[in-house]
T-cell receptor
Framework: AQSVTQLDSQVPVFEEAPVELRCNYS??????LFWYVQYPNQGLQLLLK??????LVKGINGFEAEFNKSQTSFHLRKPSVHISDTAEYFC????????????FGGGTRLMVKP | DGGITQSPKYLFRKEGQNVTLSCEQN?????MYWYRQDPGQGLRLIYY???????QKGDIAEGYSVSREKKESFPLTVTSAQKNPTAFYLC??????????????FGPGTRLTVL
């Protein structure tokens, strides 16, 4: 069975600073990887996904992530954050040929300060 | 507009009462899912259904029940057997799983509070 670990439960950062949200996964088979964003009291919105191909994936709102198979990581980065990026971010994994089933990490709350 | 609707947005329940959360989608998706979200634990799968009249237990199905009588609807009942039902509940849907990955789309959620 797969698992996902988000190493930081909260990440405070000043506006316009860069940020990295860390995600590590464990699986015995090939996986697809995802980052979702959740604004307060709302559902989840897909930021980006890695299915195959280039290991550097670009998503919406200026975010990007890099798949590192040897380190089983999929860290999310943004070079300059805005106040509006304040939200909870979830990393998720789906095993290939596992029928769309997602396993989520515990989430990281990004707090952007002025 | 195509999407997933969940109602109500906020729900209060007394201990010992059953309550049903609604989830409707007009995306023509075959598969639907229910997740529970607690602080610091991410989302955990309660039940899922890949086709009408069929559903499967997820990781934390105890104390919950579902039905899938229509493609568009996948209601979740939180029964009195669920020991700690206060949580944020999210519904999702996707195309039927096949050889490729089909994205799950999420509804806005229902926050259930047991008084």
């Amino acid at each position: 069975a797969q698992s996902v670990t988000q190493l930081d439960s909260q990440v405070p950062v000043f506006e316009e600073a860069p940020v990295e949200l860390r995600c590590n996964y464990s699986s015995s088979v090939s996986v697809y990887l995802f980052w979702y964003v959740q604004y307060p009291n709302q559902g989840l919105q897909l930021l980006l996904k890695y299915l195959s191909g280039s290991t550097l994936v670009k998503g919406i709102n200026g975010f990007e992530a890099e798949f590192n198979k040897s380190q089983t990581s999929f860290h999310l980065r943004k070079p300059s954050v805005h106040i509006s990026d304040t939200a909870e971010y979830f990393c998720a994994v789906s095993e290939v040929n596992a029928g769309n089933m997602l396993t989520f990490g515990g989430g990281t709350r990004l707090m952007v300060k002025p | 507009d195509g999407g997933i609707t969940q109602s109500p947005k906020y729900l209060f329940r007394k201990e010992g009462q059953n309550v049903t959360l609604s989830c409707e989608q007009n995306l023509n998706h075959d598969a639907m899912y229910w997740y529970r979200q607690d602080p610091g634990q991410g989302l955990r799968l309660i039940y899922y259904s890949q086709i009408v009249n069929d559903f499967q237990k997820g990781d934390i199905a105890e104390g919950y029940s579902v039905s899938r009588e229509k493609k568009e609807s996948f209601p979740l009942t939180v029964t009195s057997a669920q020991k700690n039902p206060t949580a944020f509940y999210l519904c999702a849907s996707s195309l039927r799983p096949d050889s490729s990955y089909n994205e799950q789309f999420f509804g806005p959620g229902t926050r259930l509070t047991v008084l």
